[in-house]
Nanobody, 127 residues
């Protein structure tokens, strides 16, 4: 199983912004589609956004217009820019990797395509 490391979480006030980063340990991301997921206490894991190898994206309705996933293969990093954060965005955020031979394939937000997961980073939105 491949290792992924998330960073950038923290405490932010409602309406604020954070940018999460996902970087691999020991491999390059360009052969992988990447997804961001989150899990709040007592709730099911939720798919937030996924990005194909070519940069095509799929985003959950709950965050559409506020969150943007992107990738920089030169920096071997995938980002999740989160704007206009709400208290209900509070969760542990995870990134995950899916090895794909297809440049344009965007995995579904259910997460079952992904077989390598990071340890997560906490995002807390509170005043």
């Amino acid at each position: 199983q491949l290792q992924l490391v998330e960073s950038g979480g923290g405490l932010v006030q409602p309406g604020g912004s954070l940018r999460l980063s996902c970087a691999p340990s020991g491999f390059t991301l360009d052969g992988y589609a990447i997804g961001w997921f989150r899990q709040a206490p007592g709730k099911e894991r939720e798919g937030v956004s996924c990005i194909s190898r070519s940069g095509r994206t799929r985003t959950a309705d709950s965050v559409k217009g506020r969150f943007t996933i992107s990738r920089d293969n030169a920096k071997n990093t995938v980002y999740l820019q989160m704007n206009r954060l709400k208290p209900e965005d509070t969760a542990v955020y995870y990134c995950a990797a899916h090895h794909s031979p297809y440049n344009n394939y965007i995995p579904p937000l259910g997460g079952t395509d992904f077989d390598s997961w990071g340890q997560g980073t906490q995002v807390t939105v509170s005043s």
